[in-house]
């Protein structure tokens, strides 16, 4: 599968099952640690430093996530040599955004920003979950807040096994993810910019000083 031709392409155990379950390990057991902080009243309800619950306007809502964890940040240098063979590009880091999903949690039809315009999503265990893209139709511009309109494309079933990342225009392809019907489901989004786009440069680690930091650590 081509990424030049198709915008996307599949690489099957890019990391081992047992470095899978170790990363997936860690996050669940820093959810548990921001869980029980929270409860015991540790933590204010405003602090994501370990992560946080997306709110009723998230993505995803009332679902586990964190935006830079420092694990992830790492993973995603580690990933940097296989996309940029993977694509033929040379590809600038922008951030990563890791999730625990649950039983329920939708992923609706969108595009993303620009900081995501190579990205991949990797399953680091639990229940599988596939997601669905639409490479022939091109609806809708991400403006880097809004959800951008959505097409009615069936779209291509991808089926990720842990280890496995789709490797994917985000900026160009709608993708989208059907209700979930497992308990659990571990996932990181890894995102980069192609060297040669405008801005690319300016954009890298996503504004930020450099990687690990928080969204709102810009330069």
Known sequence: MSFKKNKYTVIRQAISKDLASFIANYFSMQKQVYDTCMKER???PFENIIGHYEGENGQIPNTYSQYSNIAMETLM???LPKMEEATGLELYPAYTYARIYKKGDELKRHKDRFSC???TTMNLGG???AIYLSPNENVGVPDGKNITPESKAKGVKV???QGDMLVY???ELEHWRKPFKGRECIQVFLHYNNSRTPGS??????KRLHLGLPSWFKK
């Open 201 to 206: 440069r300016d954009n890298m680690f996503d």
């Open 42 to 44: 540790y933590f204010s």
């Open 159 to 161: 089926d990720l096994k």
């Open 169 to 171: 225009s985000g900026c």
């Open 117 to 119: 315009e190579i990205s």
């Open 77 to 79: 240098l580690k990933c």
């Open 127 to 129: 229940d599988d979950w």
